[in-house]
Protein backbone atom coordinates (compact mmCIF):
# COMPACT_ATOMS: atom_id res chain seq x y z
CA UNK A 1 0.00 0.00 0.00
CA UNK A 2 1.79 3.17 -0.84
CA UNK A 3 2.25 5.81 1.89
CA UNK A 4 1.08 8.66 -0.27
CA UNK A 5 2.90 11.16 2.07
CA UNK A 6 2.31 14.92 2.35
CA UNK A 7 3.46 17.96 1.58
CA UNK A 8 3.51 18.68 5.16
CA UNK A 9 5.44 15.25 6.29
CA UNK A 10 8.43 16.47 3.65
CA UNK A 11 8.53 20.09 4.84
CA UNK A 12 9.19 18.40 8.38
CA UNK A 13 11.65 16.13 6.84
CA UNK A 14 13.68 18.43 5.74
CA UNK A 15 13.50 20.77 8.84
CA UNK A 16 15.02 17.37 10.56
CA UNK A 17 17.57 17.21 7.83
CA UNK A 18 18.88 20.90 8.28
CA UNK A 19 18.22 20.66 12.44
CA UNK A 20 21.30 21.00 13.81
CA UNK A 21 20.74 20.20 17.66
CA UNK A 22 18.81 17.33 19.52
CA UNK A 23 16.08 19.61 20.53
CA UNK A 24 15.33 20.41 16.72
CA UNK A 25 15.83 16.85 15.74
CA UNK A 26 13.27 15.21 17.83
CA UNK A 27 11.06 18.77 17.34
CA UNK A 28 11.10 17.86 13.55
CA UNK A 29 10.79 14.18 14.04
CA UNK A 30 7.48 14.83 16.72
CA UNK A 31 6.20 17.31 13.52
CA UNK A 32 7.08 13.74 11.19
CA UNK A 33 4.51 11.82 13.19
CA UNK A 34 1.68 14.38 13.98
CA UNK A 35 1.46 15.15 9.90
CA UNK A 36 1.65 11.52 8.35
CA UNK A 37 -1.19 9.74 7.07
CA UNK A 38 -2.24 7.56 9.73
CA UNK A 39 -2.78 4.11 7.58
CA UNK A 40 -1.38 1.09 7.14
CA UNK A 41 0.99 2.03 4.11
CA UNK A 42 2.68 4.08 7.08
CA UNK A 43 2.83 1.66 9.63
CA UNK A 44 6.70 1.07 8.90
CA UNK A 45 7.38 4.62 8.68
CA UNK A 46 6.00 5.37 11.58
CA UNK A 47 7.37 3.01 14.00
CA UNK A 48 10.51 3.87 12.24
CA UNK A 49 10.20 7.68 13.69
CA UNK A 50 8.54 6.77 17.11
CA UNK A 51 12.41 4.20 17.41
CA UNK A 52 14.34 7.29 15.98
CA UNK A 53 13.03 9.46 18.46
CA UNK A 54 12.62 7.34 21.25
CA UNK A 55 16.64 7.01 20.47
CA UNK A 56 16.56 10.51 20.47
CA UNK A 57 15.20 11.58 23.49
CA UNK A 58 17.38 8.98 25.54
CA UNK A 59 20.47 10.32 24.17
CA UNK A 60 19.17 13.84 25.20
CA UNK A 61 18.84 12.73 28.52
CA UNK A 62 21.95 11.14 28.99
CA UNK A 63 24.10 14.10 27.94
CA UNK A 64 22.15 16.04 30.44
CA UNK A 65 23.47 13.72 32.95
CA UNK A 66 26.75 13.75 32.08
CA UNK A 67 27.79 16.98 30.79
CA UNK A 68 27.61 20.04 32.18
CA UNK A 69 24.06 21.79 33.07
CA UNK A 70 22.42 23.01 30.32
CA UNK A 71 21.85 26.87 30.35
CA UNK A 72 19.26 26.49 27.86
CA UNK A 73 17.15 24.10 30.43
CA UNK A 74 15.08 25.89 32.52
CA UNK A 75 13.07 24.08 35.01
CA UNK A 76 8.92 24.49 35.25
CA UNK A 77 8.32 26.13 38.68
CA UNK A 78 5.05 27.56 40.19
CA UNK A 79 1.79 27.83 38.67
CA UNK A 80 2.95 27.74 34.60
CA UNK A 81 5.74 29.00 32.51
CA UNK A 82 5.83 32.11 30.41
CA UNK A 83 8.90 32.64 27.94
CA UNK A 84 9.79 36.09 26.50
CA UNK A 85 10.48 36.64 22.86
CA UNK A 86 11.90 39.51 21.27
CA UNK A 87 14.59 41.67 19.45
CA UNK A 88 17.47 43.32 21.31
CA UNK A 89 16.40 46.30 23.80
CA UNK A 90 12.49 45.42 23.38
CA UNK A 91 12.12 45.47 26.79
CA UNK A 92 12.16 41.50 28.08
CA UNK A 93 14.73 42.29 30.69
CA UNK A 94 12.99 45.29 32.10
CA UNK A 95 9.31 43.44 32.47
CA UNK A 96 10.78 40.52 34.00
CA UNK A 97 12.41 42.76 36.67
CA UNK A 98 9.32 44.80 37.16
CA UNK A 99 7.20 42.25 37.52
CA UNK A 100 9.65 39.74 39.63
CA UNK A 101 12.07 39.48 42.19
CA UNK A 102 14.44 38.60 39.82
CA UNK A 103 17.78 41.09 39.18
CA UNK A 104 18.47 40.91 35.36
CA UNK A 105 20.82 42.91 33.41
CA UNK A 106 19.44 45.78 31.62
CA UNK A 107 21.56 48.02 29.71
CA UNK A 108 20.90 50.08 26.66
CA UNK A 109 23.51 48.02 24.44
CA UNK A 110 21.89 45.24 22.55
CA UNK A 111 22.60 41.00 23.89
CA UNK A 112 22.55 41.85 27.50
CA UNK A 113 21.12 38.53 28.27
CA UNK A 114 23.23 35.68 27.06
CA UNK A 115 21.18 32.56 28.20
CA UNK A 116 17.68 32.03 29.92
CA UNK A 117 16.88 34.17 33.55
CA UNK A 118 13.58 32.85 35.56
CA UNK A 119 12.07 34.86 37.87
CA UNK A 120 8.85 34.33 39.70
CA UNK A 121 5.66 36.85 39.11
CA UNK A 122 3.44 36.57 42.33
CA UNK A 123 0.01 36.70 41.53
CA UNK A 124 -2.52 36.99 44.53
CA UNK A 125 -1.26 33.63 46.41
CA UNK A 126 0.52 32.21 44.13
CA UNK A 127 3.91 32.64 41.54
CA UNK A 128 3.92 32.35 37.72
CA UNK A 129 7.81 32.03 36.38
CA UNK A 130 8.88 34.10 33.77
CA UNK A 131 11.90 33.32 31.29
CA UNK A 132 13.43 36.04 29.78
CA UNK A 133 15.34 34.93 26.51
CA UNK A 134 18.07 36.21 24.69
CA UNK A 135 17.42 38.46 21.74
CA UNK A 136 16.59 37.46 18.49
CA UNK A 137 17.75 39.57 15.32
CA UNK A 138 17.54 38.61 11.57
CA UNK A 139 20.98 37.43 11.21
CA UNK A 140 21.31 35.50 15.11
CA UNK A 141 19.01 33.01 16.81
CA UNK A 142 20.87 31.62 19.72
CA UNK A 143 20.74 27.63 19.59
CA UNK A 144 18.55 26.28 21.83
CA UNK A 145 16.28 28.87 22.11
CA UNK A 146 13.36 26.92 20.20
CA UNK A 147 13.47 24.63 23.05
CA UNK A 148 12.99 26.95 25.68
CA UNK A 149 9.43 28.27 24.17
CA UNK A 150 8.27 25.68 22.77
CA UNK A 151 8.34 23.89 26.24
CA UNK A 152 6.16 26.88 27.81
CA UNK A 153 3.07 26.99 28.83
CA UNK A 154 2.21 30.51 27.68
CA UNK A 155 4.17 32.48 25.08
CA UNK A 156 4.74 36.49 25.29
CA UNK A 157 6.14 38.05 22.30
CA UNK A 158 7.57 41.96 23.04
CA UNK A 159 7.44 44.39 20.17
CA UNK A 160 9.40 47.65 20.97
CA UNK A 161 6.12 49.89 19.45
CA UNK A 162 8.83 53.05 19.88
CA UNK A 163 11.20 51.96 16.93
CA UNK A 164 10.94 52.52 13.81
CA UNK A 165 11.47 48.84 13.03
CA UNK A 166 8.62 47.34 15.13
CA UNK A 167 6.61 46.37 12.15
CA UNK A 168 9.80 44.34 10.96
CA UNK A 169 10.26 42.95 14.68
CA UNK A 170 6.67 41.55 14.57
CA UNK A 171 6.81 39.90 11.51
CA UNK A 172 10.32 38.43 11.36
CA UNK A 173 9.42 37.22 15.28
CA UNK A 174 5.87 35.35 13.93
CA UNK A 175 7.41 33.96 10.91
CA UNK A 176 10.39 32.61 12.77
CA UNK A 177 7.97 30.97 15.43
CA UNK A 178 5.53 29.46 12.27
CA UNK A 179 9.03 28.36 10.62
CA UNK A 180 10.12 26.44 13.44
CA UNK A 181 6.59 24.98 14.89
CA UNK A 182 6.57 26.93 18.16
CA UNK A 183 3.45 28.04 17.89
CA UNK A 184 1.09 25.96 16.10
CA UNK A 185 -2.94 25.87 15.69
CA UNK A 186 -2.57 21.63 16.32
CA UNK A 187 -1.28 20.59 18.99
CA UNK A 188 -1.59 17.11 19.07
CA UNK A 189 -0.74 14.59 21.37
CA UNK A 190 3.03 14.21 22.06
CA UNK A 191 3.94 16.91 19.90
CA UNK A 192 5.03 20.24 21.77
CA UNK A 193 4.02 23.46 20.95
CA UNK A 194 1.89 26.66 21.80
CA UNK A 195 -1.61 27.05 20.96
CA UNK A 196 -2.22 30.51 19.23
CA UNK A 197 -4.71 31.44 21.82
CA UNK A 198 -1.68 30.72 24.42
CA UNK A 199 0.73 33.89 23.03
CA UNK A 200 -0.01 37.63 23.88
CA UNK A 201 2.34 40.09 21.98
CA UNK A 202 3.15 43.24 23.86
CA UNK A 203 3.79 46.32 22.72
CA UNK A 204 6.44 47.39 24.88
CA UNK A 205 7.32 51.59 25.36
CA UNK A 206 3.81 52.36 24.77
CA UNK A 207 4.07 54.96 27.04
CA UNK A 208 6.16 57.19 24.28
CA UNK A 209 4.76 59.79 22.11
CA UNK A 210 5.32 57.62 18.91
CA UNK A 211 4.15 54.46 19.93
CA UNK A 212 0.33 55.15 19.84
CA UNK A 213 0.88 55.40 16.00
CA UNK A 214 3.45 52.80 15.64
CA UNK A 215 1.03 50.29 17.36
CA UNK A 216 -1.80 51.66 14.22
CA UNK A 217 0.63 51.01 11.51
CA UNK A 218 1.14 47.21 13.21
CA UNK A 219 -2.58 46.56 13.22
CA UNK A 220 -3.15 47.87 9.76
CA UNK A 221 -0.51 46.32 7.79
CA UNK A 222 0.66 42.97 10.12
CA UNK A 223 -1.36 39.84 9.79
CA UNK A 224 -5.05 40.01 10.86
CA UNK A 225 -6.40 38.98 14.03
CA UNK A 226 -3.31 40.12 16.63
CA UNK A 227 -4.40 41.21 19.78
CA UNK A 228 -1.67 44.27 21.22
CA UNK A 229 -1.21 44.89 24.44
CA UNK A 230 0.25 47.75 25.47
CA UNK A 231 2.80 47.76 28.23
CA UNK A 232 5.46 50.17 29.61
CA UNK A 233 7.95 49.32 32.49
CA UNK A 234 8.21 52.81 33.20
CA UNK A 235 5.05 53.91 34.21
CA UNK A 236 3.88 50.11 35.06
CA UNK A 237 1.10 51.26 32.17
CA UNK A 238 -0.83 47.88 31.42
CA UNK A 239 1.35 45.60 34.02
CA UNK A 240 -1.23 44.64 36.61
CA UNK A 241 -3.79 43.83 33.47
CA UNK A 242 -1.37 41.77 32.30
CA UNK A 243 -0.99 40.04 35.57
CA UNK A 244 -4.37 38.70 35.28
CA UNK A 245 -4.44 37.91 31.36
CA UNK A 246 -1.43 35.48 32.09
CA UNK A 247 -3.25 34.28 34.62
CA UNK A 248 -6.58 33.10 32.89
CA UNK A 249 -4.18 32.30 29.99
CA UNK A 250 -2.91 29.51 31.89
CA UNK A 251 -5.98 27.79 31.97
CA UNK A 252 -5.68 26.49 35.79
CA UNK A 253 -7.04 26.92 38.87
CA UNK A 254 -6.37 27.01 42.68
CA UNK A 255 -7.88 24.51 44.81
CA UNK A 256 -7.61 24.98 48.73
CA UNK A 257 -8.14 21.85 50.83
CA UNK A 258 -9.25 21.12 54.40
CA UNK A 259 -8.67 18.24 57.16
CA UNK A 260 -12.42 17.47 58.61
CA UNK A 261 -13.17 19.36 61.78
CA UNK A 262 -10.27 21.79 60.46
CA UNK A 263 -9.80 25.32 58.92
CA UNK A 264 -8.74 24.96 55.43
CA UNK A 265 -5.23 25.69 54.44
CA UNK A 266 -5.70 28.71 52.07
CA UNK A 267 -1.87 29.33 51.92
CA UNK A 268 -0.49 26.54 49.56
CA UNK A 269 -3.67 26.02 46.73
CA UNK A 270 -3.26 22.82 44.83
CA UNK A 271 -2.81 24.15 41.06
CA UNK A 272 -5.20 22.38 38.58
CA UNK A 273 -5.55 22.51 35.03
CA UNK A 274 -9.18 24.13 34.13
CA UNK A 275 -12.42 21.27 33.95
CA UNK A 276 -10.33 19.38 36.85
CA UNK A 277 -12.15 17.13 38.62
CA UNK A 278 -12.62 15.91 42.66
CA UNK A 279 -10.55 12.58 41.30
CA UNK A 280 -7.94 14.37 40.07
CA UNK A 281 -6.95 16.40 43.02
CA UNK A 282 -7.66 13.05 45.03
CA UNK A 283 -4.86 11.65 42.55
CA UNK A 284 -2.76 15.22 42.95
CA UNK A 285 -2.54 14.80 46.58
CA UNK A 286 -1.95 11.15 46.51
CA UNK A 287 -1.55 8.28 44.17
CA UNK A 288 -3.44 6.26 46.79
CA UNK A 289 -6.33 8.61 47.37
CA UNK A 290 -8.67 8.23 44.84
CA UNK A 291 -8.68 4.58 46.09
CA UNK A 292 -9.16 5.14 50.12
CA UNK A 293 -11.67 8.21 49.32
CA UNK A 294 -15.16 8.07 50.39
CA UNK A 295 -16.46 11.34 50.48
CA UNK A 296 -15.85 15.08 49.23
CA UNK A 297 -17.22 18.25 50.11
CA UNK A 298 -16.76 21.48 48.52
CA UNK A 299 -17.34 25.44 49.14
CA UNK A 300 -17.50 27.58 46.62
CA UNK A 301 -18.82 26.30 43.32
CA UNK A 302 -21.50 24.16 45.45
CA UNK A 303 -24.82 24.98 45.49
CA UNK A 304 -24.46 25.40 49.43
CA UNK A 305 -21.09 25.39 51.38
CA UNK A 306 -20.09 21.78 52.32
CA UNK A 307 -22.18 19.97 49.79
CA UNK A 308 -21.16 16.15 49.46
CA UNK A 309 -20.11 15.56 45.69
CA UNK A 310 -19.28 13.10 43.21
CA UNK A 311 -15.51 12.18 42.21
CA UNK A 312 -16.32 13.50 38.73
CA UNK A 313 -17.53 17.04 39.78
CA UNK A 314 -15.62 19.98 38.23
CA UNK A 315 -14.09 21.76 40.74
CA UNK A 316 -13.44 25.77 40.26
CA UNK A 317 -11.37 28.81 41.07
CA UNK A 318 -10.66 28.80 44.67
CA UNK A 319 -13.03 26.32 45.69
CA UNK A 320 -12.57 24.76 48.90
CA UNK A 321 -12.34 21.23 49.10
CA UNK A 322 -12.68 18.46 51.76
CA UNK A 323 -12.17 14.92 51.56
CA UNK A 324 -12.65 11.70 53.60
CA UNK A 325 -11.14 8.52 53.83
Known sequence: MPANLTPQYYEAEEAFKKAVTVEEKIAALEEMLAVIPKHKGTEKIQ???????????????????????????????GAGQVALLGFPNSGKSSLVAAMTRAKPKVADYPFTTTVPLAGMMPYQDI????????????EIIPAGLSGVLRNADVLLLL???????????????????????????????????????KMLVLAARADLPQSPDNIQIMKELGPEGIEF?????????????????????????????????????????????????????????HRDLPRLMKNARVWGSARYDGQSVMRDYVIQDRDIVEISQ
Open 47 to 77: ADLKKRLSKLRQEGQKKAKTSRADPFSIERQ
Open 127 to 138: FIQLVDTPPVTE
Open 159 to 197: VDAAADDCLEQLLFSLNYLKEKKIVREDTAPGVRGIAPD
Open 229 to 285: FPVSNVTGLGLEDLREKIFQMLGVIRVYTKVPGKEPDLKRPFILKRGSTIFDLAENI
